[in-house]
């Protein structure tokens, strides 16, 4: 029998054969025991950030409301479409910027450098609606999904825009109301673990991480249908003398809660766009004036408040003019020997200086910072100014003079809706607040007696005989004070006027204390000049007054005659002349003083 031997050669192949296949398998085990024991770790981390992601919850913005539980600023769902920038195929971008409504080549630009910088989160369109966003997820794009998100809506527009203020995209206030409170009305937005496909869906919650806190809502002391008739009557006064803005702020006299704050010209925060600056600007609070003559309450508050001087005693302001110093101060006319009521009903600059300048300057200045002037008024709207109340030490007999009737110091319409309150309130200053409820008792800075004092006089300018017969609201007691100050501009005063009126209603119990404030009033619709505080700013007062009386069932002064004979009927209104003279202190700054 034949034995055939194999060929040396031969084995040594089978070997080398089975030594790779050794090798290969040890490999595999060693591999898999890497895998599987020694970087398990390593690698399930890895996987798990491919696939696992820590999600932000987002939460809803709490709701403003007006003091009666109507809306004011509410969030509503929009979505945000996303991407990961690494997972969206190249050829698909056309698509995608089809679809969500964007330019291709910038899109194409912005992932590619998130895509470069190892981004893997990218936002490609924000507040989108989630109908819109859920047209462009149902493409199966990879690596596109979308989050929800929120924005804010502002029913009443323009009209509260400059109390409520606005958000940014980010759901984040940035003035007004909205900047305040933000904490309050943010929230905290919770955080989940999820699990994700390929394609960037979420298939599995896998665990909370932190629980959502949404935001807290708040009511504010604004009423919304006064503040729409002051807006309303606010804009139909700057038409009628072609001004160019305006201000006004209803306070309730007895808790210091803003009932309404108007600006013009204001903006929409539903769609801002490109609106000034200036518009969105809370005037009211933010920019200041002289006030003019409706500091002529605060200097008679001083004097009476001093024990020198009464209601009926006698000031000469003869012949209408008055110098002091090299400086001639005026009255718009001769009106002889007055009261120091008829002061303040016929708005006297020469007698409003002779009783402040009887006075020590500290005393003088204590009842003005008393009143509030000189310091923000703690109501925490962004933004407030202080205005500016010199110190007495720099105070000369001019100067004295002239902060006496309105001139030499800057207040906001704030201040002085605030400071006529404190007359209102039988002498009681109360902090301003947005915040239903959120009055506080205040704090006394005149004597009961002077309150009633000034407020009867304030009665007097409402009248035929005073400043302002068109702020009278029918069946209702009202007292004020108008102002008319020139502008400054450039180290002077120019031909431009700020047109003021302060008033309180009802006085015999008194519940709402009002200022109006315009700018740069020109010829009415008769082609008449009335820049004066009486003739353009009085009258949105009255108008004002006169529905939010009945919106707030407050019952007329003359109830009982109101239900024996009927309403009695506003009083008469002279016709202006073709002229209108502005009140006494216009006519006294120091641009029109003159050296005799």
């Given at each position: 029998m034949n034995v055939r031997v194999k060929p040396a050669h031969t084995r040594t192949r089978l070997y080398a054969v089975a030594g790779v296949l050794g090798l290969a398998s040890s490999a595999l085990v060693v591999r898999a025991v890497d895998l599987q024991v020694v970087r398990k770790d390593f690698y399930q981390e890895q996987g798990d950030a491919r696939y696992l992601r820590d999600i932000e919850i987002?939460?809803?913005?709490?709701?403003?409301?007006?003091?009666?539980?109507?809306?004011?600023a509410v969030s509503t769902p929009m979505a945000s479409i996303c991407a990961n920038p690494q997972e969206v195929p190249d050829e698909r971008i056309g698509e995608l910027a089809s679809a969500a409504g964007l330019d291709e080549d910038s899109l194409r630009d912005r992932l590619d450098k998130s895509a470069d910088a190892g981004k893997e989160f990218f936002r490609i369109k924000r507040q989108v609606n989630p109908d819109d966003a859920q047209a462009v997820i149902k493409l199966g794009i990879p690596g596109v999904f979308s989050q929800r998100e929120f924005k804010r809506y502002y029913p009443s527009g323009e009209v509260m825009a400059h109390v409520l203020g606005y958000t940014n995209i980010d759901d984040q206030g940035q003035e007004g109301a909205e900047l305040a409170f933000n904490d309050w009305l943010s929230g905290k937005p919770g955080l989940k673990r999820v699990l994700r496909d390929r394609l960037g869906h979420e298939v599995e919650n896998v665990e909370l991480l932190r629980e959502a806190q949404p935001g807290r809502d708040l009511t504010l002391s604004i009423d919304r249908r006064i503040q729409y008739l002051a807006y309303r009557e606010l804009m139909d006064g700057l038409r009628k003398h072609n001004a160019k803005s305006g201000s006004?702020?209803?306070?309730?006299?007895?808790?210091?809660?803003?009932?309404?704050?108007?600006?013009?010209?204001?903006?929409?925060?539903n769609s801002r766009g490109n609106a000034p600056a200036e518009y969105r600007r809370n005037r009211a609070v933010t920019d200041v004036v002289e006030p003019g003559s409706t500091m002529k309450a605060v200097t008679i508050s001083a004097a009476l408040a001093s024990g020198k001087w009464k209601p009926d005693s006698k000031v000469d302001t003869s012949p209408g003019a008055w110098s002091l110093y090299g400086h001639t101060f005026h009255d718009t006319h001769n009106h002889g020997v007055i009261d120091v009521t008829h002061v303040i009903t016929l708005s006297s600059n020469i007698g409003a200086a002779k009783i402040g300048g009887s006075l020590p300057r500290a005393d003088m200045y204590a009842m003005f910072h008393a009143m509030g002037f000189g310091e923000v008024s703690g109501s925490g709207f962004p933004g407030e100014?202080?205005?500016?109340?010199?110190?007495?030490?720099?105070?000369?007999?001019?100067?004295?003079a002239t902060i006496s009737f309105g001139y030499g110091l800057n207040v906001t319409p704030l201040q002085i809706v605030r400071a006529y309150g404190a007359i209102a309130d039988g002498g009681v200053l109360h902090t301003p607040t947005f915040v239903k409820g959120g009055g506080d008792a205040g704090t006394r800075v005149i004597d009961p007696k002077v309150a009633a004092d000034v407020l009867a006089m304030l009665q007097t300018v409402v009248s035929k005989e005073g400043t302002a017969p068109t702020a009278a609201v029918a069946n209702y007691i009202v007292g004020g004070k108008t102002g008319t100050s020139h502008q400054s501009a450039g180290g002077g005063y120019s031909n431009r006027y700020v047109s003021l009126f302060t008033g309180v209603v009802p006085v015999s119990d008194p519940e709402l204390v009002a200022t109006v404030v315009i700018h740069d009033a020109g010829s009415n619709e008769a082609g008449l000049i009335t820049y004066a505080g009486g003739f353009v700013s009085a009258p949105v007062f009255a108008k004002v007054m006169d529905g939010a009386l009945r919106l707030l069932d407050v019952p007329p002064d003359n109830v009982k005659s109101w239900y024996v004979g009927g309403p009695t009927p506003p009083p008469s209104v002279p016709a202006p002349p073709q002229k209108v003279e502005p009140d006494s202190e216009a006519l006294g700054n120091m641009a029109e003083v003159a050296t005799p």
């Open positions: 987002p939460v809803s913005r709490g709701t403003i409301f007006d003091r009666n539980g109507e809306p004011l006004m702020v209803v306070m309730n006299a007895k808790t210091g809660e803003i009932i309404a704050m108007v600006n013009l010209p204001s903006y929409n925060p100014s202080s205005g500016y109340l010199p110190i007495p030490k720099d105070w000369g007999p001019v100067e004295q």
